[in-house]
């Protein structure tokens, strides 16, 4: 069984920062991708970012990039989003997920996932 946790979300004012850090762990932990996802009350949970096991690919949905920076730290099974000019339509619940296809293009879908974490709160005031 693997074990995902999320931290770092709060309550943050527009244009400000935040990391938030995604804690693996659990029998013989290995994925092919890891990724964040993010819901806002009343829709859909939708994809943010992606990063493959060797940290040498990630995808970014259109709307954080150049923002947000995913990273992840193999040694400490831990993947960090650093998100940088928070905008109040960031504010969601932010969950961290693994999963284990190589193709890229289904990085995006939530069925793509295995394992998902708890989720932690960004809110981003105007």
């Known amino acids: 069984q693997v074990q995902l946790a999320e931290s770092g979300g709060g309550l943050v004012a527009a244009g400000g920062f935040l990391r938030l850090s995604c804690a693996a762990s659990g029998r013989s932990f290995r994925s092919y991708v890891m990724g964040w996802f993010r819901q806002a009350p009343g829709k859909e949970r939708e994809f943010v970012a992606a990063?493959?096991?060797?940290?040498?690919?990630?995808y970014y949905a259109d709307s954080v990039k150049g923002r947000f920076t995913i990273s992840q730290d193999n040694a400490k099974n831990t993947m960090y989003l650093q998100m940088n000019s928070l905008k109040p339509e960031d504010t969601a619940v932010y969950y961290c997920?693994?999963?284990?296809?190589?193709?890229?293009?289904?990085?995006?879908?939530?069925?793509?996932?295995?394992?998902w974490g708890q989720g932690t709160q960004v809110t981003v005031s105007s």
């Open positions: 997920a693994s999963g284990n296809s190589p193709i890229g293009s289904t990085w995006p879908r939530v069925s793509t996932y295995d394992y």
């Open positions: 990063i493959s096991w060797d940290g040498g690919t990630t």
